[in-house]
C-alpha cells in the first residue's frame, strides 16, 4: 500500500513558492537538495514575477497538476487548509500514488475540520491513494534518497524508521540524530492521522530490508485492537520501540466497579504495550539509546554480560546498574581469567568486572575484548572507559570495533561502549557511529539499552500467544442481558450473575431459591451444612437491614428458624415488598479472596484487571491488567506480576493456592466481555480460590450493560 | 583547617618528572598552566643530564624538600610507594601546610599498604598537616587557581565543588565538564582517603563562598554517624547531591531477625542520605543535571510549574515529567491569561502549559516568560523549543536569560530550559551556560532536576531535629545484659525481654510468675479475663510440645484447672526439669500487629525499622528504614512511609491506629539502641497498636547482644 510513498518515481510539490522563508519554498528545495534522482514539479498557478522565467530553483513551474506531462508518484501539498480537498481531487484524477498533506487547518481547528479529514480518508481509500497528514512536518527516506519535509537538515541513511504524531519533536529529534551521527531509513512526521496511521507504518516498515527497528512518539493509537494484534506479529521479529505520552484519563464515563477505580488509559496502554511486545521508552534519550543498540549490534543469546573497564568506580556503577536492570553479571570461565591472567598487569581484576587498569593503552584492552568475546559464559559485552593519562581513546574504539567485527561464532553477541566524557571523545563518538558500536554516556543508560535487547531477544524467541475457546452457553447470557434491558436496567448482581457465570463455565456456590421452609431445609440437607440464608425479594435492596442475611446455618432446624424469622421480619418492615422466599445457598469456606474484572477502554477494548482481594486492592492498588484475548501463559504471567504473590503461592506453610483455576478464570471472563463487547464493567468479587487442585469460585459478581 | 590546601602561598612537586609522558611532568606542566600566582619549586634529587640546567619547564629543580628557600604551603607527592613515608616526614619538617599524595600503592595492595596509610593519618595528625589520598588524580581549584593534579584539562571557574573517590571518574567527569562549559570551584579526588575524607571536605566547602552546590561520588562513608550529623546541618543552607555505588551488603554477620534480613547496606545509606538531607544521583548525567540547577538558579518558592513551549508533544512530555516527579502544574492566575490571550495568537493557549505555536519567534516566547514569571501562582519555569521553521533559537535563550535576570521580584524563581536538539543548539548551550540558565535536552531531566531543588527548597526551610529524651531506668537494662552474659547467652527473649521494654517505658501485656494455682487465679481476676497462661520454667524450651501453653482462658475454675494440668503435664513429660510455676499474661485483644526493629549497620550504626506485620513484612517487605536517632517528626514519616500506611489510617470504616503511641515506641527503641551500642539486633514483632487514644504495646521480643 506505501510502495509509491516510500518509491516515488516523480514528486510535484502543490503550493512550491518563490518566496524564501516559505514552507512551498522550503521543502522543494530540500527535495532539491535530497538528491532524488526523478523529476521534481513545483505547482503553483500564479504566474512569475514580470520579467523573470516561470521557474524556482532552476525547475520549471506547472500552473496546475494537470499540466504536468509524465505521471506523478508523489504530492506534496502545502497550500491553506480550504484549498486541500480541491487539490486532493486533481491528484486523484491524475492518478498521484501517494499524498503528503502539510497544511494544518483541519481537526485541530474544531469541527468544520474533522470533517474535511473524513472526506480525505474517503477519498484516499476510494482512490487507492494513501495520504499522510494533514498538519505534519512533511516525510524523509533515505534510501529512495528524498526529503518532502520543511525540516532542516537531513539525516544520514541508517537502520531506524522513524515516524511522530508531533511534527515538532521530529525537528527537534532530527537535531539530535544531526549531531550524533544516527541514521534513519524513513522518517514520519504522522501528522493528524486522517488516513495513514501507526498500523501502515509498521506494517510497511516490518518487511523493510532497510529497516531494522522502528522508533515512533505515539499520542494515540487508532484502532487498539487491531494495533495489539498487528503490532505483536510485527515485534515478532523487529523491535518497535515507542513513547506515548500523555497519560490522563482517556474516557470521562464514571465508573462503579474496581476494576474501573483502577484501570484507567495509563494501565491500558502499558498492558497493550506489553501484549504487543512494544519496548517504551521514557524520553527521547531513551528512545535513541534502545534504537542505535539494535540499528547497530545483534541480539544478544541470553543475559549474562561481562564489563570491562580501565576505572573501579564507574565499573562498580555499571555492575550496579546492570544488576538494577535484572540483568546478571556473567561469570567468567576459568580458562577466561587464566587468559587474563596472562595478558594484564597483576593488580588486574580476572573476575567480572574485569579490570584492565587505569594505564591500560589499546592493546591491554584488546586482549580483554578478545578473551570475554570468545567466553561462551558470555553473552553480551559493556566496554567502560575514561579519558586517563595513558588511555588511547580512538585505538581503543577500534579495537573494540575490530573485536565486534570478527567474533569467532557461531553466535554473535552485541557490543556497547561507554566512554565517560565529552570533550576528548568527539572522534571515539564518530567511529562509534561509523563502525555501528552502540555508545552511551553512563553505564546507566548502557544498561538499560541491553536490558532492552534482552527484553527482545526473549520476545522473539517466544511464540505467539494461543487463544483458548472454551464450550459455553452464550445464548443463556444473551437472553440475561436481553431480560434485563426490557426491565429498563444495565446493573446486573445477584441471581442473574450467578447464571452468567455459570453460562461461561465459571463455578458459583450451589444454591437455591426456596419458597418454603421444608424445600430449604431440604436443600441445605442435600448441600451439607453450613449454609447461608437470605431473604429472596425483588423489592428489598438492603437486606441487612431487615435482618434478611443469616451465615453459618448448622442443621435443619436453624434452618427452619431462620426461614420463618426472615420472612415474619421482612413482611414486618416492607409489607409491600413481594417476597419469593430465601435463597440458601453453600457456605463457601477456605481459600483465599481475588478480586478479578474488566473495564472497557475506550482505545483498547477489554482491560481485564486480576488482584487480590479486600486491602490488596483497596489500600495497596496492587493488580495487574492485560486486554483480552490474552492465552493462558499470559493470564499466568498477569498472575504472577502482582506483588502479593507470595500469599498465593503460600507462605508459612500453607498449601499454594489453584493458580490454573484462577488463570483459568480469568480466560474465562476474557472470552466472556470478549463475547459481549455491550459489558462495559464488571467485578467477580470476591472469586474464591481454593488449594491446588479445588479450584476457585465466584461468590459474589456484578456487571454494567452498555446504557 | 584546610585554609592551606585551598590558599598554598607557594606549590612543590616531590617527584617533579624530566620526562614528557610521566605523571611528575603532567602535574607540573598543569601547575604551571593553572596561573598558580606564587612559586612554583620541582623536586627531584636526580642530577639533571649532561650539558642541561638544572630546570624543568623553565623552573629550577630543587635536590630537596630542604633545600627550598622560602616556606612551602602546599606539597605534591608523585613518587613511589615506599618513599612517600619520608617525603611526608621532610614535608612534616619543613612545615608544609597540606600535602597531595598521588603516589599509589597503599591500601589497595594489601594489609602493609594500609599500615602505611595509618601512620600516614597519625603524622598528618601530629604536624597538623592535612593530606589528601594517597592513590589520587590530584586536586583542582580555580578560585585560587591552581592544577595540582595529573588531569587532561581544567575546568572553568564555577560555583560547583566536587570530590570523587574513584580517581578514574574524576577525569570522566571533568571532560563532560569542559564539553558542556560546567564550572567547578574546587575539584578533588579523594583516593585512599588516609587522611582527609569526605566529611572534611563538606565541612570546609559549606562556608566556602566560592561554592553553591558539591557534589560527591562516594563508595564509603569514614564515620557514618558523624556523617549524618555534619552532613543534615551543612545540607540546611547548602545542597549536597552524591553518587553512592556499589550496593552490595556490607556485612558477612548471619542475621537471625526480621530487621537483619530486611536492612542491608543499600537501605542504611537510603536512610542516612535521607536524614542527612542529600540529594542522591543515580547517574553522572544526574550528578550534573541537579548540579547546574542549584548553581545556576535561586531554590523555588513552591513546586507550581510553568510549562512554554513551541510545540504541543513535547509539551505533553513535560507534564507527564513533572507529574511523575510530584510536581504540581501552575494554574495560572486569570490576568496571565488574558495578559497571554493579548500577545499569542488565536490557537496558542494561555493554560498551562502555555504553547506559543511552532511559529513563536522569539518576541512571542520573550512576552510569554514575562506573564509567567510574573504570575504569583508560578514558582519556577521550565521552557521548552523544539527547532522549528521559524524558531530563533539563539534570541529566544537570551530572551529566556533576559527574563530570568530582570524579574520583577520579591522572590526570584528559578527558570530552567529545555531545548530539543542538538546540532542547532551548540550555540544556545553556549549562551545558557555563560548566562546561568540550567539547560536539559529532555524534558524528564528538567524534571527530575527540579525535583530536586523543591526538595532542598523544602529541606532548608525545615528546621534539623529535634531529639527527645525518655527517662527511663538504664540500670535494669544493664543488669539484665550483664546477667545474661554472665549466664554465657547472648540471645534474649520471653521474661527477660518484657523487663528490658518496661525499663524503657514499652508497655507490655500485664503478667506475673505465679506459684500456686490461688496466686493464678488471683492474678487473673486482678487483671480481667480472658488471660494466658504459660508454663514458667527454664529448662523447657518447647512449651507448646508439653501442653505449657492456653490463651483464652475465660474464668477462675478455667485459670486453675489449667494451673494444675500444666504442672502435671510438665512434670509428667520433663521430670527433671525445674519448675517455677505459671506466667498468667493479660490476652491481647485488638489492635493491628506491627514489627518493628534494629539491626545495627558497620557503616551508620542502628538502623530501626518499621512494618505492618505478618505477610506485610514476610511476603511484602513493605517495611521502613531510619538511622537512630531521629525525631518524632521523622518516626511519623517512617510510618507513613510505607505502602500499606492506609491499613492504620484506618479503611472500610475501621477506626485509625494510635500513630502517636507508635512513633512514640520506635523512639525509645531508638533510645534504648542508643544507649546500648552492644544491642546488634533486635526485633518487638508483635507490637499491637490500638485505636487512637489506647495505645501500642509489645506482646514479643528477641534481641542479640554484641558477641
Redesign the interface.
Known amino acids: 500500500m506505501l510502495d509509491s510513498l516510500f518509491n516515488p518515481q516523480s514528486v510535484a510539490i502543490i503550493g512550491a513558492s518563490r518566496t524564501e522563508g516559505k ?1 512551498g519554498y ?1 521543502i522543494l528545495a530540500n527535495m532539491i537538495e535530497s538528491q532524488f534522482s526523478g523529476p521534481i514539479y513545483p505547482i503553483n498557478p500564479a504566474p512569475p514575477p514580470p520579467g523573470e522565467t516561470n521557474e524556482i530553483l532552476g525547475r520549471p513551474v506547472y500552473a496546475a497538476l494537470a499540466d504536468v506531462p509524465g505521471p506523478i508518484g508523489l504530492a506534496v501539498i502545502v497550500i491553506p487548509a480550504s484549498q486541500v480537498m480541491g487539490a486532493l481531487e486533481e491528484c486523484a484524477a491524475k492518478k498521484v500514488g501517494a499524498v503528503i498533506v502539510i497544511s494544518a487547518g483541519f481537526r ?2 474544531g469541527r468544520e475540520g474533522l470533517k474535511l479529514e473524513r472526506r480525505m480518508a474517503e477519498l484516499a481509500e476510494k482512490h487507492h491513494m494513501p495520504i499522510v497528514g494533514p498538519n505534519c512536518l512533511g516525510v524523509i527516506d533515505t534510501v529512495v534518497p528524498y526529503n518532502a519535509s ?1 525540516a ?2 537531513m539525516p544520514r541513511p541508517g537502520h531506524i524508521a522513524f515516524m ?6 521530529c ?6 540524530a ?3 551521527n544516527i541514521g534513519f531509513s524513513r522518517f514520519v512526521s504522522l501528522g493528524n492521522k486522517a488516513h495513514l496511521n501507526e498500523l501502515h507504518f509498521l506494517e510497511s516498515w516490518a518487511d523493510d530490508p532497510h529497516t531494522k527497528v522502528m522508533m515512533a ?1 505515539l ?1 494515540g493509537i487508532v484502532d487498539g485492537e487491531r494495533f495489539i494484534r498487528e503490532a505483536r506479529r510485527i515485534t515478532k521479529h523487529k523491535p518497535i520501540i515507542a ?1 506515548k ?3 490522563t484519563s482517556g474516557g470521562s464515563r464514571a465508573v462503579s466497579s474496581h476494576t474501573g477505580t483502577l484501570a484507567g488509559s495509563e494501565r491500558a496502554y502499558e498492558a497493550a504495550f506489553k501484549q504487543a511486545g512494544l519496548l517504551r521508552a ?4 531513551d528512545l535513541f539509546d534502545l534504537a542505535i543498540a539494535f540499528a547497530r549490534q545483534p541480539l544478544p543469546p541470553g543475559n549474562r554480560v561481562a564489563i570491562i573497564t ?5 565499573g ?2 555499571a ?3 546492570l544488576e538494577k536492570a535484572g540483568l546478571s553479571l556473567a561469570t567468567l570461565n576459568p580458562a577466561t581469567q587464566e587468559t587474563l591472567r596472562q595478558v594484564l598487569p597483576a ?1 588486574a581484576s580476572v573476575l567480572n568486572p574485569i579490570d584492565v587498569l ?1 594505564d591500560a593503552r589499546s592493546d591491554r584492552y584488546k586482549a580483554a575484548f578478545l578473551a570475554a568475546l570468545a567466553d561462551d559464559n558470555v553473552d553480551a559485552l559493556v566496554v567502560i572507559l ?4 595513558m588511555t588511547e581513546i580512538e585505538e581503543t574504539a577500534h579495537a573494540l570495533a575490530d573485536a565486534a567485527e570478527t567474533q569467532p561464532g557461531p553466535v554473535l553477541k552485541p557490543v556497547m561502549a561507554c566512554f ?6 568527539k572522534e571515539s563518538q564518530r567511529i562509534f557511529s561509523e563502525r555501528s558500536i552502540p555508545s552511551y ?5 548502557a544498561a538499560a539499552a541491553m536490558r532492552a535487547m534482552v527484553t527482545q531477544a526473549a520476545w522473539a524467541a517466544e511464540p505467539l500467544p494461543k487463544f483458548e475457546r472454551f464450550e459455553v452457553d452464550c445464548e443463556t447470557v444473551a437472553r440475561i442481558f436481553a431480560e434485563v434491558r426490557a426491565d429498563g436496567r444495565i446493573k446486573i448482581g445477584d441471581t442473574e450473575s450467578r447464571d452468567i457465570l455459570t453460562a461461561y463455565g465459571i463455578r458459583v456456590p450451589q444454591s437455591k431459591l426456596c419458597a418454603s421452609a421444608e424445600e430449604a431445609v431440604a436443600f441445605a440437607d442435600e448441600i451439607g451444612y453450613p449454609v447461608v440464608m437470605k431473604i429472596a425479594s425483588p423489592d428489598i435492596l438492603h437486606k441487612t437491614d431487615v435482618g434478611g442475611v443469616r451465615v453459618g446455618i448448622q442443621s435443619p432446624s436453624e434452618a427452619r428458624d431462620a426461614f420463618d424469622l426472615m420472612l415474619y421480619r421482612a413482611q414486618k418492615f416492607q409489607p409491600n415488598a413481594q417476597i419469593w422466599g430465601c435463597l440458601v445457598q453453600e457456605q463457601v469456606r477456605g481459600g483465599k479472596e481475588i478480586i478479578t474484572g474488566m473495564n472497557r477502554d475506550p482505545q483498547f477494548g477489554p482491560l481485564v484487571m486480576f488482584g487480590l482481594g479486600g ?1 490488596y486492592v ?3 492498588k496492587d493488580v495487574s491488567f492485560r486486554i483480552a484475548p490474552f492465552d493462558r501463559k499470559e493470564a499466568m504471567a498477569m498472575i504472577q506480576e502482582i ?2 504473590f ?2 498465593l503461592r503460600g ?2 506453610g500453607e498449601p499454594p493456592a489453584d493458580l490454573d483455576a484462577v488463570a483459568e478464570t480469568l480466560l474465562r471472563l476474557s472470552q466472556l466481555v470478549t463475547d459481549f463487547p455491550e459489558i462495559v464493567e464488571m467485578d467477580i468479587n470476591p472469586l474464591m480460590v481454593f488449594e491446588k487442585g479445588r479450584g476457585a469460585m465466584g461468590v459474589d459478581m456484578r456487571l454494567v450493560l452498555k446504557s
Chains 1, 2 share one sequence.
Open positions: 514552507l522550503a485541530e481547528t520543511f532542516i537538515g511522530s504524531q508531533s511534527g515538532a519533536l525537528t527537534g529529534i532530527l537535531d539530535v544531526l549531531a550524533q512518539y499520542e513513547i505520552s500523555g497519560t521514557g524520553s527521547i534519550s580501565n576505572a573501579g568506580g564507574p562498580i556503577m555492575t550496579d546498574a593488580a587505569g575514561t579519558p586517563q593519562f565517560i566524557g565529552e570533550a576528548h571523545m554516556p553512563t553505564p546507566e543508560r486491602i483497596e489500600v495497596l506483588r502479593s507470595g500469599l507462605v508459612r
